[in-house]
């Protein structure tokens, strides 16, 4: 958590820092914000949890599911229809399952750190702004569990690349209030979850790694300034 607060920190202080340049440029300068769900793929990851925690067949991990996203945005103008947006964001899953013969229950959950750089073609418009867009970024991954039987939890984490592509629609509520939403594509290239030890998260020659693909739908606020 540590981690992601000097993140957001140092995204703030640019956004502040690229909002003075371009009021004295005279471009527009946007921040959005928001939260949506992820149609979320983890086959390794699901591989894993019900190898290591052999749930019952109705609490299995499927290799499709849903995930958290939050997200903020700071964004300038660089061309008439181009712009430069510095995205974070931040996926959370979790997962909780009874083991098959009743005798406990184990816990997963895993947060990955978004940071990235976005190229947006914008079209404006009469009361809406759209935007299309692509990016790559970093990805930090931390994965814990606690498995049946156990009063303690186990911590990984792994690190990687991320690619999006998006669409958003902005709709006017105001002169520099606007409506977000969004759909994404993303991709999540990682290792295998590690301890600080390095211990790997695997049971034999399966092995949780971050390698997700995510599809997002996304509701936000944008502001201009």
């Given at each position: ?10 995204l ?9 340049q371009s ?24 591989d ?32 008439e ?34 940071p990235?750089i976005?190229?947006?073609y ?37 690190k990687?690349?991320t690619a999006?592509l ?25 290792g295998?979850?590690?301890s600080?030890?390095?211990?790997e ?25």
């Amino acid at each position: 958590m540590r981690r992601s607060r000097v993140v957001l920190f140092l995204l703030l202080f640019a956004a502040l820092e690229v909002q003075a340049q371009s009021r004295d440029s005279g471009r527009i300068f946007s921040l959005t914000a928001g939260m949506g769900v992820d149609a979320h793929s983890a086959p390794s990851v699901s591989d894993y949890v019900n190898l290591v925690a052999q749930p019952g067949r109705e609490e299995r991990f499927d290799e499709f599911s849903s995930a958290m996203e939050f997200f903020i945005e700071p964004e300038i103008q660089i061309l008439e229809n181009w712009s430069v947006g510095l995205e974070y964001s931040v996926m959370i899953k979790s997962h909780r399952v009874s083991q098959s013969a009743g005798i406990g229950d184990s816990e997963f959950s895993y947060t990955v750190q978004l940071p990235a750089i976005l190229a947006n073609y914008i079209v404006p418009g009469e009361g809406y702004l759209l935007k299309f867009g692509a990016g790559i970024g970093y990805a930090a991954g931390d994965f814990s569990q606690r498995l049946f039987g156990s009063a303690q939890s186990s911590d990984f984490q792994s690190k990687g690349l991320t690619a999006k592509l998006e669409a958003v629609g902005n709709t006017r509520f105001d002169e520099n209030f606007y409506g977000s939403i969004g759909a994404d594509l993303r991709w999540i290239a990682g290792g295998v979850f590690k301890s600080q030890s390095g211990v790997e998260a695997r049971v034999g020659g399966t092995k949780a790694e971050m390698s997700f693909f995510n599809i997002g739908l996304k509701f936000g606020v944008m502001i201009l300034f």
